[in-house]
C-alpha cells in the first residue's frame, strides 16, 4: 500500500463513526431546526471560502494554487446558496454575520500552515474528507425533516464540489509528498485537522443539541 493510500485509510477508519446517525434510528427527530442547521452552515463556508484565498498567495505550486483558487469560488458559491435558501425559509438574514462569534478553532490553526503540503492535507484532503462525510449525514437529516429542497441543494450541488476538492487533495499528495519528511507533514496535518473537528463537532452539538453539524 502506498503512502497516500495508507493515509487514505486512516481517515476513512477516524471517520468511521459518522456514519451512523442514532437519533434518527430511534425516530426522533432533532431538537434543532433546519435554518438553524444551515445558519451553521454559513459560518463554515466562509471560514473555508477565506482559508483557501490567504493561502493561495504564498502557495508556490501553480497547480496547487489553482485548485485553491477554484476551492475558495466554490466555497463561496455555497455560502450564497445556502443564504438563498435561508431567505427562501422565511428567514431574515440582514446584519447577520456567521463570523460574530469569531473563528473557530480548527480555522485558527489552519491558517498558521505555511507548507503546501500540510495544507493540502490539512484543508482539501482531511477537511473535505470530514465535509463528505458530514453533509451525507446532514442530507438524512434534513429528509427526515422533510426538507426535500434542502437536502438536494447539498446532493447535487455543495457535495458535487466537496468531492472535487478532496480528490484535488488526494491528487497533489501524491504528486508532491514524495519524501519521508513530507509525508510526515501530511500525516501529521491531517490526524490533527481531524482531531481538532472532532473536538468541535462534539462541543457545538453539546450546546446546540444538534444531532448533526454541517460540513467542516
Same mark, same amino acid.
Given at each position: ?12 477508519? !477516524? ?13 426522533? $427527530?432533532?431538537?434543532? +431546526? ?7 452552515? $454559513? ?10 484565498? $490567504? /493561502? *493561495? ?9 489553482? +485548485? ?23 428567514? %431574515? =438574514? ?14 485558527? /490553526?489552519?491558517?498558521?500552515?505555511? %507548507? ?9 484532503? !482531511?477537511?473535505?474528507?470530514? !465535509?463528505? &462525510?458530514?453533509?451525507?449525514? $446532514? ?16 446532493? %447535487? ?6 468531492? /472535487?476538492?478532496?480528490?484535488? +487533495? ?11 519528511? =513530507?509525508?510526515? &507533514?501530511?500525516?501529521?496535518?491531517? *490526524? ?16 446546540? +443539541? !444538534? ?6
Amino acid at each position: 500500500m502506498g503512502f497516500v493510500e495508507g493515509l487514505y485509510h486512516e481517515v476513512a477508519q !477516524a471517520l468511521r463513526k459518522l456514519e451512523e446517525i442514532p437519533i434518527l434510528e430511534s425516530g426522533v $427527530l432533532p431538537k434543532i +431546526g433546519v435554518v438553524e442547521l444551515l445558519k451553521m452552515a $454559513l459560518k463554515n463556508e466562509m471560514e473555508a471560502s477565506q482559508l483557501a484565498a $490567504l /493561502w *493561495m498567495p504564498s502557495t508556490p505550486e501553480i497547480d496547487i494554487k489553482l +485548485g485553491l483558487a477554484r476551492q475558495c469560488g466554490d466555497e463561496a458559491k455555497h455560502y450564497r446558496l445556502i443564504e438563498k435558501r435561508l431567505i427562501e425559509l422565511g428567514e %431574515n =438574514l440582514e446584519g447577520f454575520s456567521p463570523l460574530a462569534m469569531g473563528y473557530s478553532p480548527l480555522y485558527q /490553526w489552519l491558517v498558521t500552515l505555511d %507548507n503546501s503540503i500540510e495544507r493540502v492535507a490539512a484543508g482539501p484532503f !482531511a477537511r473535505e474528507a470530514i !465535509a463528505i &462525510k458530514r453533509n451525507l449525514q $446532514l442530507i438524512a437529516v434534513l429528509e427526515a425533516m422533510e426538507d426535500k429542497e434542502s437536502a438536494d441543494l447539498y446532493r %447535487n450541488q455543495i457535495q458535487p464540489d466537496e468531492d /472535487w476538492h478532496h480528490n484535488f +487533495g488526494l491528487t497533489m499528495l501524491r504528486k508532491y509528498a514524495t519524501t519521508v519528511e =513530507l509525508q510526515e &507533514k501530511a500525516t501529521l496535518a491531517t *490526524m490533527k485537522t481531524i482531531e481538532l473537528a472532532d473536538e468541535l463537532r462534539t462541543a457545538a452539538m453539546a450546546k446546540s +443539541g !444538534a444531532c448533526v453539524i454541517p460540513g467542516c
